[in-house]
């Protein structure tokens, strides 16, 4: 499963840009183990590359019961983080130092979700 985007995915994704701020969806499945990685992760995330970039995260959270959902489509946790621009957040993926702090989360995830979000007019 992909835990990481491509650099085809990258591309995709900055070539769609429809400029202005970007949310990001984060669905989260975690590997034997791997909540402590991920927190771990996410202190560094929220210490040192989100304010370097701009971003912040507006939501995180555990799932719950799923109320609609097929067999497998249950997350373990949550996460809606707003970056300036998509710019950014592929400016931080390149970060050297960010790519190490990403082992962690790349460690703690069996599967995941990361979508960028086009607000509603």
């Given at each position: ?44 995330m ?18 719950s ?16 983080v ?40």
């Amino acid at each position: 499963m992909a835990i990481d985007p491509s650099s085809t995915d990258v591309r995709r994704y900055l070539t769609e840009d429809p400029g202005g701020p970007v949310v990001m969806l984060n669905l989260l499945r975690f590997a034997e183990g791997g909540r402590a990685l991920y927190d771990q992760y996410a202190r560094a995330m929220g210490k040192t590359f989100l304010p370097r970039y701009g971003a912040e995260v507006l939501y995180s959270g555990d799932g719950s019961t799923p109320l609609v959902a097929e067999t497998g489509q249950s997350w373990d946790a949550v996460a809606l983080v707003r970056y300036p621009s998509r710019e950014a957040f592929t400016q931080m993926i390149a970060d050297p130092e960010y790519q190490e702090v990403s082992e962690l989360r790349g460690r703690a995830l069996s599967e995941a979700v990361l979508q960028a979000t086009t607000p509603w007019s």
